[in-house]
């Protein structure tokens, strides 16, 4: 088994991250296999919905650090940058469920997701800026949208985790379902939409996402020149440092 598992049923294409070993943190291998999953259930007429998921107590911890910064920055656009950039792109009705921590791009791509469903026990947090960089996925775009720019700031500008509670109260989780009902609950509603007319689902969700897509593009772009900036600078390189030393980071020279 691949630390990304595929399935299609009843309509249904199954996107589950698999590393549990690692928390499912996310490699660029991780990376390009989901964006070829994506890409394959587009093109693939039988599927109508799509869910992902991690296991019912881990969605994903984020980026593997070491192998993130283990790839050659000359090397052409990561499969991280890829996928992220794809997510506003896919046109069938994205649903994700949630269960214990959803780090980094765990929580930014629920942004782009059509329904978000996460367990009592689901630890959001968006911690770029912590970490010397910037946030990505159009989050610093998104999330003010949805939440509000207090909220987003908070969010945003300290890092810090958050519960599922707070993330359904500010519009980033749909519902919070118990932990043994989550994936259950997900698939199923998956496979509610997956049953509807597929012009009028494709056609809603296009109409719904298209005031804000040129701006979604926009600022990812953006965001992406900020955060390949920042990922060299000496502010970085003390926040990672400080991360693989298990020590608290110190910013007071810079």
Avoid: W
């Amino acid at each position: 088994m691949g630390n990304v598992v595929t399935e299609v049923k009843d309509r249904v294409l199954r996107i589950e991250i698999a590393r549990l070993d690692k928390k499912n943190a996310l490699t660029q291998a991780m990376y390009r296999d989901m964006g070829a999953a994506l890409a394959a259930g587009e093109a693939d007429a039988q599927v109508r919905a799509i869910l992902i998921h991690g296991a019912k107590d881990c969605f994903t911890a984020g980026n593997d650090l070491k192998d993130f910064l283990a790839r050659d920055p000359h090397a052409g656009p990561a499969d991280s940058f890829r996928f992220i950039t794809g997510l506003p792109k896919v046109a069938k009705p994205l649903v994700a469920a949630v269960g214990g921590p959803a780090v980094g791009i765990g929580t930014t791509m629920l942004l782009h997701c059509d329904l978000v469903y996460a367990s009592p026990g689901a630890r959001f947090q968006m911690p770029f800026v912590p970490l010397g960089l910037v946030p990505e996925a159009a989050s610093s775009f998104l999330l003010p949208m949805i939440a509000g720019y207090q909220r987003a700031a908070e969010l945003l500008l300290t890092g810090q985790p958050f519960d599922a509670q707070k993330a359904h109260a500010i519009g980033i989780v749909t519902e919070v379902v118990p932990e043994e009902k989550l994936l259950e609950h997900a698939l199923n509603a998956a496979k509610a939409i997956a049953a509807l007319p597929p012009a009028s689902v494709r056609f809603t969700k296009q109409l719904m996402k298209r005031p804000h897509e040129k701006s979604v593009l926009s600022q990812m772009e953006e965001e992406g020149r900020v955060f390949a900036e920042l990922l060299g600078s000496d502010e970085a390189k003390e926040a990672m440092t400080a991360f693989f030393e298990k020590r608290k980071p110190d910013f007071s020279r810079f």
